[in-house]
């Protein structure tokens, strides 16, 4: 190697390589960047060197600068040489590598022409995928090519990327897509021909192939000497260290950093180095531990904080550096005693690594740089670079030399492989060989009980490609280069066509090497780019097939290589070798990592085989089961006796986490050959195999009744294992063969080569097989016992049982969770596989009968009860016997009924469609279901074809649709499938038998209407003939005398102790074996056995028994069998019966037989159950008052409170008649009850501003032409900015803008000051103490008295205040004192209900009453708005809304007291509009219903009839609105224009009368030059359009008036009776006019009778309005006349997310980072403007304070389908469902998670919108939050800032599902303590890659678990660690609660805050 001529050569002329070797190796030789400084200084450098790096790369790269130009074509370049550009690289001028962003973020951009996408994913943007076109869900999309056009109707579903998710577009992969997708990126054509021809230039591919050759063997040259960050090094070269430093050998210890430090032909032979000390991350201390620690080093950087951080980002980071390593040594050491990982680093190697990490950044930056011609080149040129085979390190000096000299036993040790044990290269500078290994032929008969024998292999041949070579070093790269490293190379390589299968084939060759890296050589495992490699690579057809494929071995080196380290950690147990807890001290966590990495890699590869023959080839099988079979039965228990446990046992964890992963292995393995079928003989040679394994254990067997072997173990004693996944596997396998063969397989097992041996015979009939067996009896297999077998399943089922009934309660709780996590969980479905290994052992073991029930009643610990040797209630079991025997009977029902794996279908399609069927029914029976749920409960296996399952859902039920705001439609079971369902299959297993057995008789009962009590439940049987051969005499265990007599005992057992606790189990198994024996012989059979015991006795016995003792239900079973018995052998039986009780007795029986009485008595449940709810209602009592009362009479509003409703017909609000009233008047005290009291009454009321008061857009002629027709969305796919809305968010601070809401509910006054008080509420801001919604006032209310009967229009000269006070009961001068009292602390809690009036001099009690008035004409103004989205509203909008009706009588009521009793208020002074116009000089109108104000104000205060004033206000504005009209006429030719439209748009308005004519014509003739050029026609066009306006714009006001009427009415009259009349006219009814009466006759109409005109048109041209403006107009304004509702929202939620650039937003917040391309924004309702998400998540308050209406507002949030309601004040949200339902009826996130299109459902949105225009959204919030809210009152938010984690937030649940809490079992084990269930675990447990629900996710929480318990503290992500990890486990897990011993009082129970309580803790 002879390099020394480079240094002779002139720079400048060299050849560009040489150039840049010379450049790379030599960087510590330029000058800005020797010698050591400062961190300030270090940081300066750094950037210096970052320029350094990438200008001379791109400069070399580009064609020695040529091509610049072409690639950063707006970049200035002033230089002329790359020694020049090298000079001035400190300066930013010539940063010509810098792009502006508007370039980086061009739509042009992204284009990929040629190539796969590969675009990694930035946090906040979505990925894509769909469900039709995506070969798996890993397939996606990026924004940029995602395109809508190609998923029309298809199932899209989105994810979020954020900072956990990785992965790479997919766009352009023809392996990931089903179908040809169009990128969208392509779509989008280049209209810049400049740029054009820009892009076409053509790169030097040569000079950018040679740059990445260079800077790669440089790099690779540097790290290859780079050992000392290695952990296999670090210890040694510190302890080296350390030992100099302490014999104080400076110059040793010189000389050995010298020696190890990077070295290349520049390195100054001889010139002392300085040195630095390097600190590395870790991930097993926290961040005060390694503050503390790096305090300890005393870093030269005072901000310890900044350098701690700088390690945690950057994954190292430089303590100190010195030119003196002395003064570096204690430092050195000091950090690593405290735990850190640190380096003494050269500074010339220090600046070589830096420049390395610069090299990496750069090519991250090249394929950034938005030039698809570019971008091919260089990642072709990349890809060829990382895979050629090569020599890049042929030049390169390794550390062997310096390892040789100074550690020498490193390499001489034992181990084979020293190299790669040390992670290094080996001598030749390549990669050493790993250790493969190999199954030889001699291995692949039999399944070893420890390790199958296999043999290594030498001499692999690796590509040696600077791709290994980089993935071998992966551990020696600190965390950000390791990630920038990765980020360059895997989506490069992954989405490339040519490369991808490469990079596959050169990661396979060394997955030995890097698994092995992961385990024991790796600082930070988890980093590893293996896992990354793995989802890019083998998720991928291709790819897999490769590694499956051929003569290479991949996949068993792969298995094999992952066994390695698995069999680290095993221990032989009874002769097999298991895995055993990891229990080397292992801070890295690296075993966990790597055994998870090793098994989701199998997994993975598994379920991408399209060949299931390949997973049964004899070495793969071995392979993959030998992984699995160290997981067989690993988990051992022992049960405890004494004390009772005080720390739980967690080493469950571990076991239950892998195990679980080795069942998903075995389902995938399982998948495959179900789905893709397999050749039969390999099929029968896996069992063989298994066989091999399973079957030849050595145990120990016992005697019994001297003639029976059967196994000798107890399960209560001995260590017992209860997962067994290679069971569970061997029962999957026999189950896809026909049963003869499968025991045929097995009984040869040693001589399967023996070609002449006897066939079994086909039809296994008793007798056929006993004699088979007899006559082959010395050629079967000798040891064959299946119960070697099967006897493992029955330790499992006995041991649930047990700890089930709490025999091992003295183990804690985590075994009660451990098993039923076992049993009861779908997926796993290993009980039913117990269960068949069972039902085989009867089948197998048919020679001897007894010995197998023997065995059985042995391990159930019955054997010797059974034997008479002890007595019932004498066992083991003590007083948990009958429990035990509940299971024990349950269990032998399974065995003969459960027959699904023996079912004979004629397709694998029907075997799938039986099974889901069977699943829906046993799930939906018990109560409807929402989709989401129930697919939830339903296994994943049966639900992945979408298809299969809802065709069987909609065989099976009925859909019901939702009804309210927040509920999702449900799924109901038909019902004449209630009789299919048997309450003692397994399917059935998570419910108790009796309730099952009610639940279904009810539904029968409603079928066939008969008595529910003499319903008979069936057993459901498979009938032999749908069965397999080898299974139809299944039941004929059952029909053996040793069996009949269990039976027998039993029945025994309950009579004589009278206990019934099994009894119906019992009967219904008995009912079961006479129904077997029916099908398999005949109908008139009856099995023999059952006789010859007196069973039908016991029957009678029972039948007889006393009322008390058993149920009906039993007896009436009893009775049924009974007879069937009868029927059958009617002498045998009464022959026994007679002999058994007499003559007498029998004959009775038969007589009453004749006369069936029905004995109502209930069952022992419904009497316990009864016992309990009577105890309930005790508890219940003090709540019950006036809640309950209060709860019946709001039914219908306030049913979404009431979570406990078992109901689930019920919806939540109930969206048609939310409005129903509460009857009556009712004048009780909501809090002391006392209706006598003479206290002052108050009612909470909600005073705020609204933003439903609009200015009109007067020339717009939409407004006023477009007919008001209900609710209405315009889903023409864009939100119009709303022109309007600024007025209503800037005019909505003003006082005179409030309106009042109310619940109506009555509160003493007294008593109100007192809740206050004592719930530490103010009176400004409390809730309803009996509704709880949102109040921030009262209103003073008084009872009315009858007063007249109808009511004059034209109520006399007085105000009608005075003239309304008479209907007021009159009040004594005291109680007037009173009152004023009373008024003035009311109003001076509101600052009079306006803070100017009450800063003004205005302010009195009486002017009060005028404020009041401005607001009481606003609510009426909203209540007239809000009826507008009625449909025939101007008919119908006096109806109903009696709650709205009632707060508006209040609200008068209050003003004509204070009225009554302070007096007139001085309307004359209009003191209001003066106060608002000093307040708001320059602005517009305070509001925009001043008109309407205007009526009111006089209506009530002046002494004017009402006509008349009604009548003076509408003429008035009338003349005002012409003037206006024609005084802002239309230029001719703008007119002609909008008549055009309107013609077309709308039906022409009608010319107008004549008298308005001529009004008109004069103020036309005042106005002369506007109408220029105006013709004749077009004259008359503009009246008619003028007074079209005109119609609608006084309209509101009209409808108002009468609003008002009806409130007078009201007030005089009593309210239930009365009918609205004036003038003896019935309003209501007089208003719904003939069929169809235009708007000009409805004005008509409504002005006849308010004014006394007979039409509107005498109004105007009445002449009572003087010249000049009246008093008070001045202010008077034109409002909105249009619907006003929320915008208008798209028709598909999936729009927004698709198709952003469809739906044109207003951006709040342009800045924010990648705006554009982000999807985690939300949509204000009111505003239409688009809001990202702020980092401190407060954009939604942000937004209502700064740019809406700022007191509350609704948001949709697309990516969740949600909407969040927000109030301001107290800061408080809650999420509901947005109004999209999915074609299942659901709504919200479960909605979308499927990918299923959700449509807009105009009733939710429509009701959405009434609460918003009624100001109801702050009072549904309290409502919703309940509780919740008093804490947002009290601390005014501050909590809710704290807990704005998404996770944890407020969602409304559903009220009609989710209520798994059905108190079956009151105050029982607590089942009802998650009522948060609508928070789906899915959404807890996303995972990496997005995908909810795998057994990644499943690591994903026991690790989260883990780690708390390893570390006691908080892991910071996932705050709430027992839930998700609770629900993990399902219902049982739950018990855990440590809420558990409650009373039955439901925490959540909506009323229970009782006042009189005593305070709760605060
Ligand atoms: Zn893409
Ligand atoms: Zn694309
Ligand atoms: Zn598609
Ligand atoms: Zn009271
Ligand atoms: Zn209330
Ligand atoms: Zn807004």
Sequence with gaps: MDLNFINNVGTEQLHPPLKLFNTLRSVHNVKSFMGVRGPTERIEMDHAL?????????????????????????????????????????????????????????????????????????????????????????????????????????????????????????????????????????????????????????????????????????????????????????????????QLTQEKKITEVKSFLEDFKYKNIF??????????????????????????????????????????????????????????????????????????????????????????????????????????????????????????????????????????????????????????????????????????????????????????????????????????????????????????????????????????????????????????????????????????????????????????????????????????????????????????????????????????QGLYTIETLISKVDDANILLRPAEFISVVTLCKLFNGAWKIVRKEGEHVLHEDQHFIPYLEYTTSIYSIIQTMVNAVVNEGCDRQLLLNAIRLINSFL????????????????????????????????????????????????????????????????????????????????????????????????????????????????????????????????????????????????????????????????????????LEWFDGKVEFKDTEYKDKISLIIQHFVAFIYQILTERQFFQTFESANCKKMSQIKNAIMYNLYTKPLSYSKLLRLVPDYLTENSTLFDLALNEVSIFREPKGLADNGVFKLKEIYYSKIDPLRVSNLGNEFESSASIIKKHLDKEKGGEESKIILQPQLVPPKNMDDGAKLLGSFTRHPVFAKIIYKLLQVCLDSEDGIFLNELLHLVHGIFKDDEQVNGKSSFPDAYLSKPICNLLLSIVNSKTDVFSENIRTKADYLLKRMITKRQEEVFDSLVAGFGDDYVQQYKNRKLSEGVNLEESERERKKRLAKKHQERLMAKFNNQQNKFMKENEDEFKERDKEDVVDEEGDINMTDSDKIVEGEDFTCSLCQDESSTDMYVIPAYHDHTPIFRKSRFGDVDEYLKEWNGFDNDDSGFVKELEDISDAV???????????????????????????????????????????????????????????????????????????????????????????????????????????????????????????????????????????????????????????????????????????????????????????????????????????????????????????????????????????????????????????????TYEAPPAVSEKVSVYMDKLIVKNKINFEGYSEVNLEHFKALAYASFLKQILPTLRRCFILLKTFQLVTSEYEDSQFIIDSINVETSLIPEASSSLKETIDRMTSILAKCDNIDELIINEIAADQLPVGYEQVSDEYCGVVKLINLSKYLNTYVTDTNAIRLTEENRRSRN???????????????????????????????????????????????????????????????????????????????????????????????????????????????????????????????????????????????????????????GDDFFTDEDIDEEDRFRNMNGQPGDVRDFFQIFQTVRNAMDNGENVGEDVDLTTPFLQLFGQQFRGANPNNDNDGIDPDEPFHDDTDDEETAW
């Design 695 to 862: 079957g030849y254990k050595s145990l120990t067997y016992k005697l019994v009744h001297n003639s029976h072997e059967i196994i000798k173990f107890s399960v209560a004693v001995d260590r017992v294992a209860y997962m067994n996944p290679i069971h569970t596997l061997f029962s999957f396998l026999i189950e896809n063969v026909p049963l003869v063969e499968a025991y045929e397989t097995i009984i040869y097992q040693d001589s399967n080569s023996a070609p002449q041996l006897p066939v079994v015979p086909d039809s296994l009939t008793f007798n056929a097989m006993l004699q088979f067996k007899e006559e082959y009896e010395d050629k079967l297999s000798q040891s064959f016992d299946f119960l070697k077998i099967s006897d493992f399943s029955l330790r499992s089922v006995v041991l649930c049982s047990q700890i089930d009934v709490g025999f091992w309660v003295r183990n804690g709780m985590s075994v009660l969770h451990q098993t039923s996590y076992y049993k009861n969980n779908p997926e796993l479905n290993t009980y039913s596989r117990d269960i068949h290994l069972n039902q085989l052992a009867f089948l197998w073991e048919v020679d001897d009968t007894p010995r197998v029930i023997y065995n059985l009643l042995d391990r159930w610990m019955l």
């Design 1290 to 1544: 800037s005019n909505g601070t003003k006082p005179t803008r409030k309106v009042f809401v109310s619940c109506n509910h009555h509160i003493h006054y007294n008593c109100f000051k007192r809740y206050i008080q004592k719930k530490r509420f103010s009176s400004t801001a409390f809730i309803c103490p009996l509704c709880q919604t949102f109040s921030n006032s009262v209103l003073v209310v008084h009872p009315t008295v009858k007063y007249q009967n109808g009511m004059d229009i034209s109520i006399g000269g007085n105000p009608a205040c005075s003239a309304l006070g008479n209907s007021l009961a009159t009040l004594n001068e005291q109680e007037k004192t009173n009152l004023l009292t009373t008024f003035d602390a009311v109003l001076t809690d509101t600052q009079y209900f306006d803070k100017q009036f009450h800063k003004s001099k205005y302010r009195s009690i009486a002017n009060a009453a005028e404020i009041l008035a401005v607001n009481f004409a606003n609510t009426i103004s909203m209540l007239e708005i809000a009826s507008r989205l009625d449909k025939d509203t101007n008919n119908t909008f006096l109806v109903g809304k009696e709650q709205r009706f009632k707060t508006l009588k209040n609200l008068l009521i209050f003003i004509i007291q204070i009225y009554k009793t302070a007096g007139a208020p001085e309307v004359e002074l209009d003191w209001v509009s003066k106060l608002h116009r000093d307040e708001f000089k320059n602005e517009g109108p305070a509001c925009r219903n001043e008109l309407f104000q205007i009526i009111v104000r006089s209506c009530l205060f002046k002494d004017q009839s009402l006509s008349s004033c009604i009548e003076e206000v509408l003429t008035v504005y009338s003349q005002l609105f012409f003037e206006d009209y024609v005084g802002c006429a239309l230029s001719n030719r703008e007119f002609n224009e909008t008549w055009n439209y309107v013609t077309k």
């Design 267 to 596: 390195a100054d032979e001889g010139s002392q180095d300085q040195f630095t000390v390097m600190i590395y991350n870790d991930e097993y201390h926290n961040y005060s531990q390694a503050t503390t620690a790096l305090r300890q080093g005393s870093p030269d950087n005072v901000h310890t904080d900044i350098l701690t951080s700088k390690i945690d980002s950057e994954g190292r980071a430089m303590l100190k550096c010195s030119d003196d390593v002395e003064t570096l040594m204690a430092g050195f050491f000091a950090v690593q005693t405290n735990g850190l990982c640190a380096t003494l680093t050269s500074w010339s190697e220090f600046v070589h690594q830096e420049t390395c990490k610069y090299i990496i950044q750069w090519m991250g930056h090249c394929l950034t740089i938005p030039n698809s011609n570019f971008q091919s080149i260089f990642r072709d040129a990349l890809g060829k670079v990382l895979t050629t085979p090569g020599d890049a390190l042929t030049h390169s000096d390794g550390p062997l030399q310096n390892i040789h000299q100074y550690f020498p036993n490193k390499l001489s040790g034992t181990t084979t492989h020293p190299h790669l044990d040390l992670s290094i290269l080996n001598e030749f500078n390549r990669i050493p060989q790993g250790y493969h290994q190999t199954l030889p032929e001699s291995s692949l008969h039999s399944i070893s009980n420890t390790l199958n024998q296999t043999i290594p292999v030498e001499e692999k041949e690796y590509a040696n490609s600077r791709l290994q070579l980089l993935l071998y070093f992966d551990n020696r790269f600190w965390k950000k280069l390791r990630k920038d490293i990765q980020n360059v190379i895997i989506p490069t390589l992954a989405s490339s066509i040519i490369y991808k299968p490469i990079f596959c084939g050169q990661v396979v060759q060394i997955f030995n090497h890097i698994t092995r890296s992961i385990a024991y050589m790796d600082r930070e495992p988890q980093l590893t780019a293996l896992r990354e490699c793995v989802v890019q690579l083998f998720t991928c057809p291709t790819n897999a097939k490769m590694i499956f494929g051929g003569e290479n071995g991949y996949f068993i080196d792969i298995v094999w290589s992952i066994i390695d380290i698995f069999v680290e950690f095993t221990k032989i147990d009874n002769g097999t070798l298991v895995w055993q807890r990891v229990q080397k001290s292992n801070p890295t966590k690296s075993y966990g990592i790597s055994l998870k």
């Design 50 to 242: 970052k320029r350094y790096i990438f200008k001379l790369l791109y400069y070399i790269a580009l064609d020695n600068g040529k091509d610049i130009k072409f690639l950063f074509p707006d970049s200035n370049i002033d230089f002329n040489s790359l020694d020049e550009l090298l000079d001035k690289s400190s300066s930013e001028e010539t940063d010509f590598y810098r792009m502006k962003s508007s370039q980086m973020n061009n739509k042009h951009s992204f284009k990929h022409s040629g190539r796969n996408c590969g675009r990694k994913f930035k946090v906040g943007e979505p990925l894509y995928r769909c469900q039709e076109c995506g070969f798996d869900d890993t397939c996606v999309l990026c924004i940029h090519c995602f395109n809508p056009k190609d998923h029309e109707n298809h199932h899209i579903y989105t994810d979020m990327c954020n900072d956990f998710t990785t992965g790479i577009c997919d766009c352009g992969d023809e392996e990931a897509w089903n179908s040809e997708l169009h990128c969208k990126a392509d779509e989008i054509t280049n209209d810049n021909d400049s740029k054009e021809s820009i892009e076409e230039h053509q790169f030097n591919e040569e000079s950018i192939t040679m740059v990445l050759t260079e800077a790669l063997n440089y790099f690779l040259d540097l790290f290859n000497q780079n050992i000392e960050s290695l952990p296999t090094f670090t210890k040694d070269i510190t302890m080296t260290l350390r």
């Design 1715 to 1869: 705006s554009s391309n982000r999807l985690d924004f939300k949509i204000c309702l009111t505003c239409g403007a688009k809001i990202h998400s702020r980092t401190d998540r407060h954009e939604i308050s942000k937004h209502l304070s700064q740019n809406c209406f700022k007191p509350f507002g609704a948001f949709l949030i697309p990516n969740s389908s949600e909407i969040c309601l927000q109030l301001s004040q107290p800061p408080s949200s809650i999420f509901i469902s947005a109004p999209y339902l999915n074609s299942h009826g659901e709504a919200g996130r479960n909605a979308m998670k499927r990918g299923d299109l959700t449509t807009l459902n105009l009733t939710r949105y429509e009701h959405l919108n009434k609460l918003w225009i009624n100001n109801d959204i702050p009072g549904y919030i309290s409502r919703v939050m309940g509780d919740e809210f008093r804490v947002s009152i009290l601390s005014n938010g501050f909590l809710f800032a704290l807990n704005r984690d998404p996770a944890t937030r407020r969602r409304v649940p559903p009220t009609n599902e989710g209520d798994d809490s059905e108190e079956e079992e009151f105050g029982g084990n």
